[in-house]
């Protein structure tokens, strides 16, 4: 049995299909975190301020970070990234943004936002494969994460 890290990820991706392929790569990589996933970005503003279905929930805790898709239904990753960035609450929580997207114009905002990083998805699985453990091994084994991941 592989070690799961007492830090937690948060993953805002509308696709079953990408989720599913994310998991279980992760899976299989030497180390990693506790996932956590929401399909919307209103469920993600939700979960992370804990408020409406994840008011009562004490599993719902700060993630040690968050991986975020832009193309989402309703708010998009854009607008996720602003709010999750001007909250004194949620700012230091590292964002990465895991997209399809490699439009100049999406890249300049988020960085302009704040994120953290900007992975474009690769279609070819095995270049996903090795994108998802790179991010993995430098995210959770190299980089050291903010310690204040309390409510």
Known sequence: MKP???N????VEDSDEDFEAFKRIVR?????PSIYRCVDGE??????LQV???ANQTSASRPAMILLDLNLPGMDGRDVLMQ?????????????IFTTSSNPKDIDVCYEHGVNGYIVKPIDL????E???VFIQYWFEITTLPSFMGR
């Open 52 to 54: 409406g279905d994840y």
């Open 126 to 129: 095995s270049k996903l494969k």
């Open 43 to 48: 469920d993600a503003l939700n979960y992370l």
């Open 8 to 11: 937690s990820l948060l993953v």
């Open 4 to 6: 799961v890290l007492n």
């Open 131 to 133: 994108t998802i453990e």
């Open 84 to 96: 999750i960035k001007q909250d004194a609450t949620l700012k230091m929580i590292p964002v990465i």
């Open 28 to 32: 299989k990589s030497s180390v990693y």
